[in-house]
């Protein structure tokens, strides 16, 4: 059992289940919870960090997107060229 620090719902966690640095939510409020403690589990807020990770690497998807859409229109160019010699 453990204690939301949100909320201060108890939670059921088996500690065999769970390792040190695992995220959960917590069914009360919905926050997002660190495991920071094995015996007895014990939780945290999880930071954003993990959040911001995702949108840097969906900004870089995004970016990669574009080069490829350039490459393609470079393509049709070059087809073009083709067709007028």
């Known amino acids: 059992m453990a204690i939301c620090p949100e909320c ?3 939670i059921e966690v088996d ?3 769970v390792d040190k640095g695992d995220l959960l939510s917590c ?3 919905g926050s997002n919870l ?3 403690g094995i015996a007895p589990v014990e939780l945290d807020v999880a930071g954003d960090e993990d959040d911001e990770d995702d ?5 870089d998807e995004k970016e990669s997107g574009e080069d490829e859409l350039d490459i393609e229109e470079d393509d049709e160019t070059e087809e073009e060229e083709d067709w007028d010699e």
Not at 55 to 59: K, L, N
């Open 34 to 36: 660190e495991v920071t």
């Open 27 to 29: 069914p009360e409020c």
């Open 55 to 59: 949108d840097d690497e969906d900004e």
């Open 8 to 10: 201060d719902a108890e």
């Open 15 to 17: 500690e065999y289940d």
